[in-house]
């Protein structure tokens, strides 16, 4: 059974950095594509970021690009995402999701996702 | 950027309806388009994937159809659980979700 777990979030001042990480289990990790999709509270999904299943190419949003940095480590079944220079507007429920398609290049839609991880940014 | 445009973006529904959902692209996409289900306080769910396939596990009274710009998700039948928010995504060149449509009683 596939599992994407969630972990890392907190209240954060702004201008702070946070580290957030998906434990997955379930699926060869390897193989799949990864992102990050956040949701502000009460409001729609906004993709984040991707990595490909080696890890050697990654894909960012332009509200992330600069700020923030995806990686994985493949032995560890584990995904992450680096926050930096964090503002009251990425207070949000992250997502780790997996991409649907095995390969070299995501298909950049999600077959399984975790249940969040929640991020706020407040002083 | 490619923007995505729900509409409606709320409706009110009984169950046994049929309910039509659509989802407007900026520029043309093909036909890389997929459709998430949201309950609330739970993770999307993969409803559709390019256009018209049906994730596997998902009742068939969910249907997409479209290409290009314009797109349709069709709940045939509503059922108590079908109550939630529908999401469009286009996945042509990486990924933008659409606003959302909150299906309701």
């Known amino acids: 059974e596939v599992e994407l777990l969630e972990s890392g979030g907190g209240l954060v001042q702004p201008g702070g950095s946070l580290r957030l990480s998906c434990a997955a289990s379930g699926f060869p990790f390897n193989t799949y594509a990864m992102s990050w999709v956040r949701q502000a509270p009460g409001k729609g999904l906004e993709w984040v970021s991707g990595?490909?299943?080696?890890?050697?190419?990654?894909y960012y949003a332009d509200s992330a690009k600069g700020r923030f940095t995806i990686s994985r480590d493949n032995p560890k079944n584990t995904l992450y995402l680096r926050m930096n220079s964090l503002r009251a507007e990425d207070t949000a429920l992250y997502y780790c999701?997996?991409?649907?398609?095995?390969?070299?290049?995501?298909?950049?839609?999600?077959?399984?996702w975790g249940q969040g991880t929640l991020v706020t940014v407040s002083s | 950027d490619i923007q995505m445009t729900q509409s409606p973006s709320s409706l009110s529904a009984s169950v046994g309806d049929r309910v039509t959902i659509t989802c407007r692209a900026s520029q043309s996409i093909s036909s890389y388009l997929n459709w998430y289900q949201q309950k609330p306080g739970k993770a999307p769910k993969l409803l559709i994937y390019a256009a018209s396939s049906l994730q596997s596990g998902v009742p068939s009274r969910f249907s997409g159809s479209g290409s290009a710009t314009d797109f349709t998700l069709t709940i045939s039948s509503l059922q108590p659980e079908d109550f939630a928010t529908f999401y469009c995504?286009?996945?042509?060149?990486?990924?933008?979700f659409g606003g959302g449509t909150k299906v309701e009683i």
């Open positions: 995504q286009q996945s042509y060149n990486r990924v933008t």
């Open positions: 990595i490909s299943g080696s890890g050697g190419t990654t």
């Open positions: 999701a997996r991409d649907s398609g095995v390969g070299a290049a995501p298909n950049w839609y999600f077959d399984y």
